[in-house]
């Protein structure tokens, strides 16, 4: 079973670039999360009035999608 984790774009979080947000994620994940799988990056400026990009984090197990979750999502 593959957990995913959801995140917007993270300008409100005081990174000027989207990609680097995403990246330093994906980096805590790859070190800290053993069943990490990896992630992708959608654009949503076409459908959303709020968020440019959502990032779609990706785990075998539940318990990393959870510790990923916990550090990186503060909606």
């Known amino acids: 079973m593959i957990y995913q984790v959801y995140i917007a774009d993270p300008a409100p979080n005081g990174y000027d670039y989207n990609e680097e947000f995403y990246n330093a994620m994906h980096a805590w994940a790859q070190e800290h ?41 503060h909606t």
Request: net charge negative.
């Open 33 to 73: 999360c053993q069943s990490y799988v990896g992630y992708t990056v959608v654009d949503t400026a076409d459908v959303s009035l709020y968020y440019d990009e959502v990032g779609e984090y990706k785990f075998n197990q539940e318990q990393d999608a959870l510790a990923f979750t916990l550090k990186w999502k």
